[in-house]
T-cell receptor, first 117, second 112 residues
Framework: EAGVTQSPTHLIKTRGQQATLRCSPISGHTSVYWYQQALGLGLQFLLWYDEGEERNRGNFPPRFSGRQFPNYSSELNVNALELEDSALYLC????????????????FGSGTQLSVL | GENVEQHPSTLSVQEGDSAVIKCTYSDSASNYFPWYKQELGKGPQLIIDIRSNVGEKKDQRIAVTLNKTAKHFSLHITETQPEDSAVYFCAATHPGRRALTFGSGTRLQVQP
């Protein structure tokens, strides 16, 4: 069974540009989560999509946005890139309609390394 | 909101020794506590998790203990091997929350 897949692996942009990152969840998973992992720091929650809708977002500015497609894949868009946006962006998936706290697990992809120059 | 603190930030042990990583959480409603291992250049891998209806869970050389009264949980790795070297993250959540809150990570180095 394929795991969570992310593309591209690496992305280099300049300040002010826009970046688009993509994620395909595990087959049968319909919830997608995005996390940011800046160098030397922990994982910061960005966004959660479930059944095509944004369900929750972390403490990030509106220039971080995304969407989830009918096939449950997801896209993260970062507009007006700033140097501090340089980080590893991780996507994770779980089954929908259930809670992580009761019986589900969150499984991660390998991430997209975004470098803003 | 939830706050998860993790200690130590770095840990160096000799091969064959045990390693213990500790986390505390702030939200008493939290009831799911997973641990992830992240190797260089890879995403976090779920290695073990515990839900608040149990106090301890073991999987081969890895065990997690939970003390809900004190609001802390720990990861124990016995008979460490060089391939255990990685960054380990603890996390917590509860039914009312829709994402995991992660600790800041522990870099474990196992010296051969």
């Amino acid at each position: 069974e394929a795991g969570v897949t992310q593309s591209p692996t690496h992305l280099i942009k300049t300040r002010g540009q826009q970046a688009t990152l993509r994620c395909s969840p595990i087959s049968g998973h319909t919830s997608v989560y995005w996390y940011q992992q800046a160098l030397g720091l922990g994982l910061q929650f960005l966004l959660w999509y479930d059944e095509g809708e944004e369900r929750n977002r972390g403490n990030f500015p509106p220039r971080f946005s995304g969407r989830q497609f009918p096939n449950y894949s997801s896209e993260l868009n970062v507009n007006a890139l700033e140097l501090e946006d340089s980080a590893l962006y991780l996507c994770a998936s779980s089954r929908t309609g259930t809670s992580l706290a009761t019986n589900e697990k969150l499984l991660f992809g390998s991430g997209t390394q975004l470098s803003v120059l | 909101g939830e706050n998860v603190e993790q200690h130590p930030s770095t840990l160096s042990v000799q091969e064959g020794d045990s390693a213990v990583i500790k986390c505390t959480y702030s939200d008493s409603a939290s009831n799911y506590f997973p641990w992830y291992k992240q190797e260089l250049g890879k995403g976090p891998q779920l290695i073990i998790d515990i839900r608040s209806n149990v106090g301890e869970k073991k999987d081969q050389r890895i065990a997690v203990t939970l003390n809900k009264t004190a609001k802390h949980f720990s990861l124990h790795i016995t008979e460490t091997q060089p391939e255990d070297s990685a960054v380990y993250f603890c996390a917590a959540t509860h039914p009312g929350r829709r994402a995991l809150t992660f600790g800041s990570g522990t870099r474990l180095q196992v010296q051969p």
